[in-house]
Structure formats: C-alpha cells, structure tokens
Nanobody, 115 residues
Framework: QVHVVESGETLVQAGGSLKLSCSASGSSSPIETLGWYRQAPGKEREFVADITKGAEFIGYGNSVKGRFTISLDDAENTGYLQMDSLKVEDTAVYSC????????WGQGTQVTVSL
C-alpha cells in the first residue's frame, strides 16, 4: 500500500511563489511518473504538470507553462512543483498523483492566491 504525502505552502499574494512537494511512503519501488492536477470551484479538473523517472518526459498544462516547474528527486522518491508568478486564477485544490505499479492519489492541497 502506497501512501501519497503532500505538503507545501498554501497561501500567497498574486505575483508570488509557492512550492508543493509530493512523496511516496510505504514503498521501496521508484516512482515511475508523478504529477499534479488542480480543480477550482465550479470548474473541471485541469492537468498541471507531470514528470517521469529520470525526467525523461516532462509535460505542462498550457495555463502554467513558463511559470511552473516540476521536478522529481529519484533518490528521495519525492516530486516538487515550483509555482512562480502566481495568479488569482491559479487558486484551486492541487492533487498529486504518482505511479508505482498503479496510480495513487494524494488528498489534495488548497492553494490560494490573493490580490
């Protein structure tokens, strides 16, 4: 059983930065893929970013390209989402997922960007 542990700052003013982390506990197997989706109230879930082991493939959603950076520390089995130049419209619940034999989801982190 893999447990996805999410953490990070959750409140910032527009133009600021936040960093989220996501790690896998309960497994000695490496993370094959890790990423985030987000969902704002009244909106559909939106792909944010994902990354494969060794950073072989990295992908970003159009709305965050150039502002967000995803990384994966293979040794620590932990992924990071650096979010810069944040906008009010980035406010959402950010949910981490990772793939170890199957897809596992975290509980989600509320990120709030204020004016």
């Amino acid at each position: 059983q893999v447990h996805v542990v999410e953490s990070g700052e959750t409140l910032v003013q527009a133009g600021g930065s936040l960093k989220l982390s996501c790690s896998a506990s309960g497994s000695s197997s490496p993370i094959e893929t890790l990423g985030w989706y987000r969902q704002a109230p009244g909106k559909e879930r939106e792909f944010v970013a994902d990354i494969t082991k060794g950073a072989e493939f990295i992908g970003y959603g159009n709305s965050v390209k150039g502002r967000f950076t995803i990384s994966l520390d293979d040794a620590e089995n932990t992924g990071y989402l650096q979010m810069d130049s944040l906008k009010v419209e980035d406010t959402a619940v950010y949910s981490c997922f990772l793939y170890i034999n199957r897809t596992w989801w975290g509980q989600g982190t509320q990120v709030t960007v204020s004016l």
